[in-house]
């Protein structure tokens, strides 16, 4: 089944270079990357393919309207009328040039190596707040680069960032400005704290994921704790592989998946369905419509115990936590 990367990558092979260059300046560099990677895949795509990948986009395009498409016209134009020339120059400028992020953002552009050389020797508290405006895997990658103080210092300072204040985000912004020429318009508001701090770690595996976790529980046990709890859960089991599912199914228990999945989405169910055999997801669905309520304690603890053992599973090297698509079993 064609997934929406490669539809698009298709698409965008259908047209000519000026009007697919057009489409990829609206996108977030690691879906610019992602698209890329799915075009140099794509080789000898039968007209049926492109046939139903057109008649797709046909179908998509046409549940959209124009409300909210390119308001900027718009919107200039009306505080213009309201406000007059000077007055609107200066709003709009707020509203519409979000450029406290910009030098920032652009280093999503950048190979980890680059940007780790370039961060590396400033202050940890300026690393973590740089990091929690990358996405996770890029952060990890670049921590990876550190040293191990660098690591565990900028770790504990990523978990614990809550703000930046605003004339310290300009000022950090405009020296990589400075570094660096153009960039993307900055998107993505600050998300520090211990959500960042697992996503960071979820992508970092094996001996460093554990050295970094025992240094934040050293400086603070429940702070490690929070970080734990957020690092994976249940409704993550959509990034792992379908082997790793079927993996997984093997070792948990009929009744406790059922429970489990009373709070699941229908993603997810589904994932947990198509990795059964046909006659076992037929009783499996049978059976969790035919379960009465359940209270939430209840189905929270099955997960977690389902969790354990994708845990111990990863441990082991039989799974892959995080979706990475390099990872593969041998």
């Known amino acids: 089944m064609v997934d929406g990367v490669e539809k698009s990558a298709i698409f965008l092979l259908t047209l000519g270079e000026d009007e697919a260059a057009e489409v990829l300046r609206h996108l977030e560099p690691k879906e610019v990357q992602r698209i890329s990677a799915a075009m140099m895949t794509l080789k ?32 200039r134009a009306m505080l213009i009328k309201a406000l ?10 707020q509203i519409m ?17 680059a940007v780790a050389e370039m961060i590396g020797n400033e202050h940890p508290q300026i690393i973590a707040t740089i990091l929690v405006h990358l996405e996770p895997d890029q952060a990890a990658e670049i921590l990876k680069m550190f040293s191990e103080r660098t690591r565990n210092d900028t770790l504990l300072r990523i978990s614990t960032l ?14 990589l400005g400075k570094l660096m020429a153009g960039g993307a318009t900055g998107k993505k508001k600050l998300q520090g704290g211990v959500g960042t ?7 970092m595996g094996g001996a460093l994921e554990t ?45 406790s998946l059922i429970i489990a999945l009373k709070a699941a989405s229908e993603e997810l169910r589904e994932k947990i369905f198509k990795n059964m055999s046909k006659r076992a997801s037929e ?12 209270k ?29 698509a390099e990872d593969t079993y041998v």
């Open 211 to 255: 050295e970094m976790m025992d240094n934040v529980r050293n400086y603070d046990p429940e702070l490690a704790q929070k970080i734990e709890d957020k690092m994976f859960v249940f409704e993550n089991l959509l990034d792992i592989e379908d082997r790793g599912i079927q993996l997984i199914l093997r070792e948990v228990q009929s009744e």
């Open 296 to 324: 939430l304690s209840e189905v929270e603890a099955n997960q977690k115990e389902i969790l354990k053992i994708v845990r111990r599973l990863a441990d082991e090297g039989q799974v892959t936590l995080g979706a990475s």
């Open 44 to 75: 000898n795509l039968s007209r049926d393919e492109i046939s139903e990948v057109f008649h797709d986009f046909v179908v998509t395009a046409a549940t959209k309207t124009t409300v909210g498409m390119d308001p900027n016209n718009y919107i």
């Open 162 to 175: 809550d703000s930046v204040q605003p004339v310290a985000l300009r000022e950090l912004n405009d020296v």
């Open 97 to 113: 040039h979000n450029s406290d992020t910009e030098g920032i953002e652009s280093l999503k552009w950048m190979d980890p190596g």
């Open 283 to 294: 009783m499996m669905r049978e059976d969790l419509e035919m379960k009465g309520p359940v």
């Open 84 to 93: 007059g020339d000077d007055k609107a120059a200066g709003l709009l400028d």
């Open 197 to 203: 701090a697992a996503e960071i770690l979820n992508f």
